[in-house]
């Protein structure tokens, strides 16, 4: 706290220094000092939260120097030089570019959480833009905070604290440019001339995203991104419809380098360099030099290539396999398997199809970048993995794979080109994802499959910006599946596709992105997460295994499956054979989602009926499937009951059957959060009415109950084969006639018919485009006041407000009549504008009369039996209360 008055005062300066409060404190004519190396200290930890923006509610936006000028030193500022040294347009744009332009940027400016940026852990976003500020005129400063406090403490003819600072001598120093602005380091310049459409508003492309300018106006954006030994910043200016793009490189010329964990500003210091050959062996790589040499290759090295060498350790163990089968194999295990890897190919070929023509410093590489190597038409591909958060094995930040076999030592700069050294030797990879499978003898299931639902052709692609990895399950994983599923799965059909994609990403995932003593995590095609551990072994299992990083642990995916091969590579993506399918929800036919969530007896006369293959290849439908239970409390469902055990021979291509098993099945899909009231299509081609209902007596505008047909929702969103499940606490069953038909079909209601006929309202309740909800008092209620129902019967007027008085335009089923006690009463409106009060206590309620039976389904509406006549005023209206309409479309929540 003691440090408090202080960094307020710096801040306040610093608002005030980039508000234009130059000429307050005496403008340019200040001169420079520097404090010495306490206070440098000093304000690099007591500072560095307000720099960044942490630990406060918003982020500075300090004022820079021209780029023509000195640059802020970074020693002082500690942050990104990519701020620091570039503002010339007055609009910066800060942001970190998706396919790596930066991904080895100075980890002590710019902390990076755990991820790759091009993993599939990390959606990057673009930092925000800065608004546009006027330029301000060169400033004579080596460091903004140097010049805010040169102006109180380090000019005593301007400091009215007495020119001094206690504790804190003051005195110049030499400034110290930034590295890239030092000697030593080389300057290449590439511009770029384009003709920009005539419209108001362009995009213009600026490393780290795209950005909108106006015709109006002539912006300008400048971008800059720094590595260990490059520097680069790409500006766009838009001038009256032309675009020009200048790309600046500056790097440490060849033969200098600066040190990786030296100070930020370490400059360009000069190395020994040595013919690529050497370089190679001196890092470990003899055996794969020799071969070189043998095989006449070592006029190659005269040209600038990048080498992929091989550690000797890998090499002699390749060579020993190679002599022995004449195979190019990693174990024994493995060679009749890839032996259509090494067709024809001579040792020649082997050295060629590790040198890369050009260098390539493996800052430069983006992630999936293709490298061509000098075999014709082979590549080597490139990705980036993050380290763990423990690993501190290398001084960079992120992991590098060639044809995923692991990079152990990069970017050593030789005379002539750049040498990088892998663990494992990189075979020629000529066939892609799709003919990697093929050629397996234990893949005829995956094969047949794949082919079946046509994704073969997806993973046959090749491209730049083509990439996969399979998790391929082999024949005995698939052995392991219930044999219905497997013959399903195998004609292609039911969720064949769904199954497959849960297999497949659209990434090249190489076996060093799982890190090992934590969970990695990545998303497969089906946007569903899958999840990597390294798991131990029993203790034979290790002594069978093989090519794994460890020997004692095996990969495992969502703790089911074990990774056994790893890293089989394909001109576009990579293959993992696994020992046993995984397994998803919404890759399950329905007839296994039915079993697994025990709705037993649906299921039941799905198979009895002979429908379940019908039923496994639907798709994009709804089903609301009754629960054991609900088929119980119902007549229609104990009848259907009673059939499946005393006469199920009579249930096959049952149409009557057919019907009542495809009325709860809705299309399209429909989840929860997109439910809305109306009437949704069945695939007996007759509609279901879904109704939303508040049970919430605050919240009265969030819809968290949901019925179809009046049967509620009870557990919902299962997701199956291309489909959704709803559990629902009642049968659904097929409305036979509208209200008055109902009314008529039951004898116990004929009296309140015989009102509706007198009050004329028989034609209001037999319209099928209407939705009401009718309290029919049963006869034994009217009975019980006889004279007062035959005084009725005589008066038009009372007898059309009674009636009236017990229809509802709108449907009121009993799942959404909860308890309703003061002060939140809970009303609905009648057709004849009488405000109805609804309440549960034992059994719902409504107005004065408990409701005996409830929603009795009509083609246009519900019914619910009462016992008792609904008591209103006549003629009077209550006011509107606080229950909320029931066909509002509103946001809902469920339970």
Sequence with gaps: MKSFPLISLVLLLSILVSSRCFDFFGGDTFRRSHFDDEFANWRKESLKPFIRGEGSAFGFVWPFSNDDDEPISREATEFDQQEADNNQSGLRVVGLERDRESLESDVER????????????????????????????????????????????????????????????????????????????????????????????????????????????????????????????????????????????????????????????????????????????????????????????????????????????????????????????????????????????TARDLILAHTVNGSYHIEDVSNEQLLKTELDGTNIRVNIFPRGPSDKSSDHLYRYTANCAPLVKLNHVSEKGIVHVVDRVLLPVRNNVMQVIRSRDDMTVLRTILEKTGLSKMLEEVGDDKHFTVFAPNDDAFLKLDKDIRRK??????????????????????????????????????????????????????????????????????????????????????????????????????????????????????????????????????????????????????????????????????????????????????????????MVKTSAKKDLRVNLYNTNPVFTNIMNRATVNCARLMHFDDETCGSVVHEVDKILEVPKSDLIGELRSNPDYSMFLQLIEKANLTELLSTSNESYTVFVPKNDVFLEVKEWFDETMKNADDLDNVIRSHIVPNVVCCAGIVQSDWPFIRTTETINQQRLKLNRNRRPQVQNAGITKCDIVATNGIMHEINDVISVQKKVLAEAQSFPSFTRPLTFWFK
């Design 489 to 678: 799965l195998k004609a292609g059909s039911g969720c064949a596709t769904n199954i497959l994609k849960n297999h497949i990403l659209d990434i090249t995932f190489c076996s060093l992105a799982a890190v090992n003593g934590v969970k990695t995590t990545t998303y497969n095609m089906l946007s569903e997460k899958l999840e990597f551990e390294y798991a131990s072994m029993a203790k034979t299992e290790v002594e069978d295994m093989s090519l794994t990083s460890k020997k004692d642990q095996r990969l495992k995916i969502n703790g089911i499956a074990t990774v056994g091969e790893m890293d089989l590579m394909g001109t576009n993506g990579v293959v993992h054979v696994i020992d046993t399918v995984l397994p998803t929800d919404s890759g399950m036919p329905i007839s296994n989602t039915l079993a697994n969530r025990n709705f037993t007896i649906f299921k039941q006369l799905i198979d009895d009926a002979g429908l379940e293959d019908e039923f496994d290849s639907f798709s994009n439908k709804t089903f609301f499937i009754p629960s054991d239970k609900a088929f119980e409390q119902s007549e229609t469902g104990q009848y259907w009951i009673k059939q499946l055990k005393e006469h199920p021979e009579s249930l096959r291509d049952n149409a009557q059957l057919k019907e009542f098993l495809e009325y709860h099945v809705a299309e399209p899909l429909i989840k929860t959060c997109d439910l809305q009231e109306n």
């Design 110 to 345: 710019l902390p990076v959480p755990f991820g790759s940026p091009d993993s599939p852990e990390i959606d990057r976003q673009p930092l925000p833009v800065r608004p546009y500020k006027p330029q301000r005129p060169p400033l004579d400063t080596s460091s903004l905070f140097q010049h805010h406090f040169d102006t109180f403490f380090g000019a005593p003819d301007t400091s009215f604290l007495g020119g001094g600072f206690p504790g804190f001598g003051f005195f110049d120093l030499q400034h110290s440019k930034p590295w890239w602005k030092g000697e030593n380091v080389c300057m290449e310049r590439e511009e770029q001339d384009e003709e920009v459409d005539g419209d108001d508003n362009q995009e213009i492309a600026v490393d780290g995203g795209n950005f909108q300018s106006f015709g109006v106006f002539n912006l300008n954006f400048e971008s800059c991104a720094e590595r260990q030994n490059k520097h680069v910043c790409t500006s766009v200016k838009n001038d009256n419809g032309r675009k020009r793009t200048v790309k600046v490189t500056r790097q440490c010329c060849h033969g200098y380098a600066r040190a990786r964990n030296g100070p930020p500003n370490t400059q360009c210091e000069k190395v020994d360099l040595h013919p690529i050959a050497e370089t190679a062996e001196r890092l470990g790589a003899k055996e794969f030099v020799g071969t070189l040499k043998k095989s006449g290759l070592e006029s190659m090295l005269e040209k600038d290539v990048t080498l992929f060498a091989v550690l000797d350790s890998a090499y002699s163990q390749f060579t020993e396999q190679m002599w022995e089968n004449n195979l190019v194999a990693f174990d024994p295990v493995m060679r009749s398997k890839r032996q259509a890897d090494i067709s024809g190919m």
